[in-house]
């Protein structure tokens, strides 16, 4: 088992240096090839993890059921984005089409290891170097069209973000003081050393560093008041990373402060760190449903919705309940399906009418026979709709508030959950769902007229993987996908 | 516990002021080139506090740690940037949102909080006096001003550079003892952040002919 874990590490990564030497056709092949490869052997990874305490590979690798939930998350991610990408790049011919390619396709698959990374590694030192090598990466990668757009999205995001990271390091350095206390001066920051000792901790060296924590990685998440990078970034980086900052960027940020929570939780008890969460998550609920509301940007959009579904799972996690956060695992999975499919279908209309403006967008379902109506029901998805899989997320979220006596705060999620569909749907139906436009009214409306046809079999294919993966995780869960969910859902609950 | 600081404590203490007000020194610097040389000066003490916690806690893997740190921060990282500000041909430090004295205000301010919020957790510590690591979290505060005040990108980039050494003085008090491999990982991430932040500046540099951050206000909403 232990080899699996070494695997995953090491094929993205050879993977990446390879394709900056080949051309870029051999590229797209090989990274779709990586990331099935990645993408099977988490999900083979599954059984143990749902059975056994937990796998581990030498002294820095270790894996149990909730890193193994945030590892299929973001593998899955990096298959149906390469299958996306393969469709989505238009590379001029010549020299320049080719550099680019091939510096693409080298990040991507940097950026996707870097992230596969972060749940494997065993400890909070190595989780946060994991996580900033995720940022730096990732702003090259937002940087790569050149741009004005782009370049101000990605000096905006590195330096937000590293200041986050800064937070984030004062964090784990408190934490290691906190074991020093038990441990003596020089220990690992191994999770089970610290899982182990962490209710000896004193409380509040515990409670600095958790809210540190959150604070600092939260920047990553798009918590509000720290995600202002988000919208600029998502918007202005090719649409493939923007759905892989989107779907498992956020997730593996929000999968360290569960390792925060985790230790915190049995220093000071449950109700503390819940609390910090809570206020966090309906602060960005909050904030993101009212921005869904007034949104040209199809991908501004999209990254609003990011931020409504991280401060879902923030709130989720803030329930405590142990179906609420078997809610908030599933969801994690949920939504890094359903706004990779959105954002894919985005790439999709941005190819296909040459903007992200929604109001030069009209007719968007018959200009895209396929892509068209699939984009619409990721939308859907993402707005909570049945059948899909973030339904079911959702209403375990709900029901485990209802039966806290908080319940309040449920009714509130439910509202703002509300408002953030009205939102969604609103600019989906306007511009997907309207119809084409007439060329000769062309000059009053503004909507760009196209032919009927879809720009590439590829997306089409990303955008079925994503949905018929929605669907399962809606309508049936598979039995040992179930179980470990629940083991997980009993890792973060508190011992006591 | 004697009220009167050991020497040991007393050179902690001021190796940890010198780093506080090496920033408060770039908060004020007009010239680019002078607030990377006062980063360079700020890293030079901080491999110093290094090499002295290592000499007398006897903490061999420290001297390592120091080595690279002194390498990276203080010859590597000034020459990069004094090398891209050659190139960009402009010396003059974006000019603050606010006034200079409101800005040493609110950095003197923020600097008190940190040092009283941190002071009043009472960590102890084995390795340096606990004071050194409220100074430290003043550090790491006042850089935040410098990156929120000034509007270049040298500016910023540098702010978050000595924001980390900030955090470095107050891993040398609480986390002498992290495991050499950690520490290492620490600063070839600095590394390739440091390379990440360069190429970005020359981009920015690039597509605008300026260092100033001011045109960048396009994206909103």
Redesign the interface.
């Known amino acids: 088992m232990s080899s699996l874990l070494v695997a995953i590490i090491v094929v993205p990564f050879v993977v990446a240096v390879v394709t900056y030497f080949v051309p870029f056709r051999v590229s797209k092949v090989l990274t779709v090839g990586s990331g099935s490869i990645t993408f099977g052997l988490s999900v083979a990874l599954i059984p143990t993890a749902a059975h056994h305490a937990q796998v581990t590979a030498g002294g820095l690798l270790r894996v149990d059921a909730l890193s193994v939930v945030f590892l299929v998350a973001s593998t899955f991610l990096y298959a149906a984005t390469a299958v996306f990408a393969a469709g989505y790049l238009h590379l001029g011919r010549g020299a320049a089409g080719n550099r680019y390619g091939r510096r693409f396709y080298a990040g991507l698959n940097l950026f996707c290891w870097s992230m596969a990374a972060v749940p494997l590694v065993n400890g909070l030192?190595?989780l946060?170097?994991a996580i900033?090598?995720t940022?730096?990466l990732s702003?090259?990668l937002v940087?790569i069209d050149?741009t004005?757009?782009a370049?101000?999205?990605?000096?905006?995001y590195?330096?937000i973000a590293?200041?986050g990271l800064?937070?984030a390091?004062?964090a784990t350095?408190?934490m290691?003081?906190a074991g020093?206390t038990v441990f003596?001066?020089?220990?690992?920051?191994s999770y089970t050393k610290l899982l182990a000792g962490a209710s000896h901790f004193p409380p509040?060296?515990v409670r600095?560093s958790f809210v540190l924590a959150v604070l600092g990685f939260g920047t990553k998440m798009g918590l509000f008041p720290v995600h202002t990078w988000l919208?600029?970034a998502h918007?202005?980086a090719p649409t493939p990373v923007s759905a892989l900052l989107s779907g498992s960027l956020l997730a593996v940020s929000f999968y360290a402060i569960l390792r925060y929570f985790q230790i915190a939780e049995r220093t000071l008890g449950p109700v503390f760190p819940r609390n910090v969460l809570l206020l966090f998550g309906i602060a960005s609920l909050l904030l993101a449903a009212l921005?869904l509301l007034?949104?040209r940007d199809l991908k501004?959009l999209l990254a609003y919705s990011s931020v409504e579904h991280m401060g879902i799972l923030a709130i989720g996690m803030s329930f405590g309940v142990p179906i609420a956060v078997v809610g908030v695992l599933l969801h994690v999975l949920a939504h890094a399906a359903a706004k990779g499919t959105a954002f894919f279908g985005a790439g999709s209309v941005i190819r296909k009418y040459a903007t992200k403006d929604m109001a030069n967008i009209r007719g968007g379902i018959g200009a895209l026979p396929w892509s068209g109506p699939m984009l619409v029901a990721a939308v859907l998805a993402l707005s909570a709709m049945p059948p899909f899989g973030i339904f079911r997320s959702e209403f375990l979220i709900v029901s485990g508030g209802l039966s806290d006596p908080r319940d309040t705060v449920a009714a509130l999620l439910v509202i703002l959950v509300t408002i953030a569909f009205f939102g969604l749907s609103w600019f989906t139906t306007q511009t997907m769902l309207s119809p084409d436009p007439d060329p000769t009214t062309r000059g009053g409306t503004g909507a760009i007229a196209v032919a009927k046809g879809e720009v590439s079999i590829w997306i089409v294919v990303s955008m079925v993987i994503g949905l018929v993966a929605l669907v399962i995780l809606g309508v049936h869960l598979p039995s040992q996908l179930s179980q470990l969910l629940d083991r997980a859902a009993s890792e973060l609950g508190s011992p006591r | 516990m004697s009220h009167v600081p050991s020497t040991y404590a007393g050179v902690a203490d001021t190796a940890a002021v010198l780093v506080l007000l090496t920033e408060f020194a770039m908060l004020r610097a007009p010239l680019l080139r002078s607030q990377v040389r006062l980063y360079a000066f700020q890293s030079l003490v901080v491999s110093a506090l290094a090499v002295f916690v290592a000499a007398s806690r006897h903490i061999d893997e420290l001297y390592v740690l120091a080595l690279l740190s002194f390498l990276l921060k203080v010859v590597l990282v000034p020459t990069l940037v004094l090398r891209l500000l050659r190139g960009a041909d402009a010396d003059l430090a974006g000019s603050p949102v606010v006034g200079m004295a409101s800005m040493i205000l609110i950095a003197i301010g923020v600097s008190a909080f940190g040092f009283f919020a941190v002071g009043s957790l009472h960590v102890h510590s084995v390795a340096l006096p606990t004071s050194a690591l409220a100074i430290a979290a003043a550090t790491v505060l006042v850089a935040f001003v410098l990156i929120i005040l000034r509007s270049d990108v040298v500016s910023q980039a540098i702010g978050f550079f000595s924001l980390e050494n900030g955090v470095s003085v107050a891993s040398l008090v609480v986390a002498s003892g992290l495991p050499l491999v950690v520490e290492v990982a620490f600063l070839f991430d600095l590394l390739v952040a440091v390379v990440v932040f360069g190429v970005i500046m020359r981009v920015h540099h690039g597509r605008t002919n300026t260092l100033s951050t001011d045109e960048l206000d396009r994206l909103k909403g």
């Open positions: 030192a190595l946060w170097v900033e090598i940022t730096v702003a090259l940087a050149d004005d757009g370049t101000e999205a990605s000096w905006k590195l330096l590293s200041l800064g937070v390091l004062l350095i408190i290691y003081y020093t003596g001066t020089a220990y690992d920051l509040d060296v600095l919208p600029d918007s202005e921005y007034s949104q501004r």
